[in-house]
């Protein structure tokens, strides 16, 4: 693994999940924070009573879309991630694999990812955010989040 994904794996753990719930407010899971017995229960209330994945098919490689040097660069990096999203759906659909929408977003809000929450077993979404170019994708054992970097040989890192 490169310093430069080392660098990306130590800002997924900084990540906020925004869940969209039955209520006018996004269930927010901070991931810098021990998960709650409320956090636990709001997910299962979504659906998510299991182990799942967190996962994007958005900006391979970890390079955010607000980084590009033009906003044309910009605009046809939305588009490239609005396609990517819609494949993953997709993927998801034809595997018969429940896709839950969570924002995947950065403490100070700067920065946001569209992702989906699935049942997918740990090793069929290590495959598809591998497939999609990610360095790392969020798994929920039911009790805890931890974060897989996408390379093959890595190990599980528990968040906080």
Request: glycine residues 8%.
């Amino acid at each position: 693994m490169s310093n430069d994904d080392t660098e990306k794996l130590g800002e997924y753990a900084e990540t906020i999940l925004e869940f969209t719930g039955p209520g006018p407010d996004p269930i927010r899971i901070d991931l810098r924070r021990p998960l709650t017995a409320a956090d636990r229960a709001a997910v299962a209330r979504l659906g998510l009573d299991g182990p799942f994945a967190v996962l994007t098919a958005e900006n391979p490689g970890g390079e955010p879309a607000d980084e590009a040097p033009t906003p044309e660069a910009a605009q046809a990096r939305a588009a490239s991630n609005h396609r990517r999203t819609a494949r993953l759906l997709d993927h998801l659909e034809q595997v018969g694999a429940r896709a839950v929408p969570v924002d995947g977003v950065a403490p100070g809000g700067d920065h946001r990812e569209r992702c989906v929450a699935t049942p997918l077993g740990l090793g069929e979404a290590a495959a598809l955010a591998s497939r999609f170019d990610q360095v790392a994708l969020f798994w929920y054992d039911g009790a805890r989040f931890w974060l897989l970097p996408a390379d093959a040989d890595a190990a599980l890192l528990a968040l906080p």
